[in-house]
């Protein structure tokens, strides 16, 4: 499958035409980190607006290129997944550069077929304390969510969601309050 990486300031319309020649378009903020995973699907329902960087997309969800999808599924970042059911797919990142998409699908036949569990997070003599250093390279599946609180637009990282107490949005410039996940209509 292909994908383009796009600035996050690119306009619909030249969206729509980049789409013709790939699968996928990965935004990315000035600083080049991902911002959404856009198909056709996502750009036909969205709404008609100049820049991309307006819209409150479906939360993009990354993960080292390392990590197969076997280990991501036994990771607590398959949480990230409740973010949204608009989700296409995850961002696979060489350090911060987006090099590949991991199909929704593979997760979601991974997630059915039961194969995969997350490990344990019981400490001790029962689970796993063995971790006490990681060796090597060190990531995590984290995702970014635009928060859909009126007047807040912040976007947030996130490495675990659980729906039912949602997280505090990290905006500074705000009172605190609930991270509020948009509802994507398309």
Known sequence: MTFLVLPATTELADARNSLAKVSYLVLVREDGAPLALLTSDLLASAPEIGALDQVAWPPVITI?????????????????????????????????????????????????????????????????????????????????????????????ELVFYDRSVPPQCANPDLDAHRLIVAAWDG
Not at 113 to 132: H, I, Q, V
């Open 64 to 156: 080292p290129a390392w990590l197969s999808a076997e280990a991501f599924v036994s990771t607590a970042g398959v949480t990230l997944l409740d973010l949204s059911d608009a989700i296409p797919g995850l961002v696979l990142l060489d350090g911060a550069r987006p090099v590949g998409v991991l199909l929704i699908a593979t997760i979601d036949n991974l997630l059915a077929t039961g194969g995969c569990e997350p490990p344990s997070t019981t400490m001790g003599p029962f689970g796993n304390a063995g971790d006490a250093a990681l060796p090597g390279e060190v990531d995590v599946p984290h995702a970014r969510v635009r928060c859909a609180a009126s007047g807040c637009g912040f976007v947030n």
